[in-house]
């Protein structure tokens, strides 16, 4: 009998040591966000997938298809190809294909870039039930803007 008074008191003080946590909280800054509705804003040094970067004066990708992300790239997640139209000075970038489900996000392809046109994204918000989605992202429908 005596035993039965004890689980009730002991029950009734643990509902209230959890209650009292609950109030003093309630007043507290929150540390949580409204996700999906809010999302955190990335800082700066933030590595999200590897974006293309844009030209500000012509509005195209700076990439001059040099392959040397490709080549530095240990897990080997980057597939580009370009063509040289006639009469143009330089090749221009018609393909980027970037296999996220392998990237390390070592930056050996940002480093690697003379000429400024790979960064990291600070897209971290990815979602997708296909795994294919990732397998091959099409970074040349997603440049950019110059940083
Ligand atoms: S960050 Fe590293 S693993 Fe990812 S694409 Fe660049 S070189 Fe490859
Ligand atoms: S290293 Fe830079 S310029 Fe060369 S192909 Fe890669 S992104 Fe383009």
Not at 4 to 27: D, H, K, N, P
Not at 68 to 73: H, R, T, Y
Not at 94 to 109: A, E, I
Request: hydrophobic share 35%.
């Amino acid at each position: 009998m005596i035993k039965y008074f004890q689980e009730i008191i002991e029950g009734a003080y643990t509902l209230a040591v959890g209650m009292g946590i609950t109030f003093v909280r309630m007043f507290r800054r929150r540390v949580t966000l409204d996700y999906p509705y809010r999302s955190l804003t990335m800082t700066a040094r933030y590595r999200g997938h590897i974006e293309l970067k844009r030209d500000e004066a012509t509005g195209q990708p700076k990439c001059v298809v040099c392959m040397a992300c490709q080549k530095a790239c240990p897990s080997n997640c980057i597939k580009l190809d370009g063509q040289k139209p006639e009469g143009a000075p330089r090749k221009v970038l018609t393909s980027y294909m970037l296999d996220f489900t392998t990237c390390s996000l070592c930056g050996l392809c940002v480093e690697s870039c003379k000429f400024d046109a790979l960064t990291f994204s600070h897209d971290y918000n990815l979602t997708s039930m296909r795994k294919e989605d990732y397998q091959t992202m099409d970074l040349l429908r997603r440049v950019g803007g110059a940083k």
